[in-house]
């Protein structure tokens, strides 16, 4: 199996941004081993001279409503394939965002309705859609929709999504490991499947044995651990 680990960037204020456990009013400018700056295009150079070959970004300001950084990341996205989570809503979100990265990441998070999640499996190409089912504190997360795990599993049987995330944001920059109860559910559902949250070096023989293909990794990356 080729595993892949991907890079993560949290942007705010056009800056690459860290901090933890999804507590975003307390993120910092990240200070990285691939830079001595915190600006994200420079970073992003970094990371793909390094080897990588796709970055996951958060688009901070897009989540929260208060603004983007969109400019800069289709920037980045010139320089190396970008997954994007910019908070999508709904499918009139996706439109405005759909070409500024080679994926969109529709999260449980954000999303308006599973009417929206239907709509926009239904609208936009699956192989530029990727579902993040994001994790709080062991419960599923979402502002808008009541989830439980089971619900995850039938929605994804349902929609087939060609790529899944499984995000614990609990363990975001904590090099805490993951949950492998989590893991678990979604193996051996037709989808890659990529894993991230507190993710460490000791983990992935691990998860790669239970079938997981790719790696969100932060932390650990910025700070050379790998």
Not at 98 to 126: G, Y
Not at 139 to 149: A, I, P, Q, T
Not at 177 to 195: A, S
């Amino acid at each position: 199996m080729n595993i892949m680990i991907i890079p993560v960037l949290d942007l705010k204020n056009r800056l690459a941004v860290s901090g933890k456990s999804g507590m975003r009013e307390t993120y910092k400018p990240l200070k990285t081993v691939f830079s001595n700056s915190s600006d994200p295009l420079k970073i992003a150079e970094a990371l793909k001279h390094g080897g990588y070959r796709e970055l996951y970004i958060a688009d901070l300001d897009s989540i929260a409503k208060n603004g983007s950084n969109l400019e800069i990341i289709n920037k980045i996205n010139s320089i190396i394939p970008v997954m994007l989570d910019a908070g999508i809503s709904n499918s009139a979100d996706l439109k405005k965002v759909f070409n500024k990265a080679q994926k969109i990441i529709v999260a449980t998070e954000t999303l308006e309705s599973l009417e929206e999640l239907d709509l926009i499996f239904s609208q936009f190409s699956n192989h530029s859609l990727v579902l993040s089912v994001d994790i709080m504190n062991g419960e599923v997360l979402s502002k808008n929709l009541k989830l439980d795990f089971n619900d995850i599993i039938e929605l994804i049987e349902k929609i087939k999504p060609s790529e899944v995330i499984v995000l614990d944001i609990t363990g975001v920059g904590t090099n805490s490991g993951f949950n492998r109860n989590f893991i678990e559910g979604f193996c051996g559902l037709d989808t890659q499947l990529t894993v991230g949250g507190g993710v460490t070096k000791e983990n992935i023989e691990v998860l790669t044995e239970m079938g997981v293909q790719n790696f969100l990794v932060g932390t650990a990356i910025h700070s050379g651990k790998f």
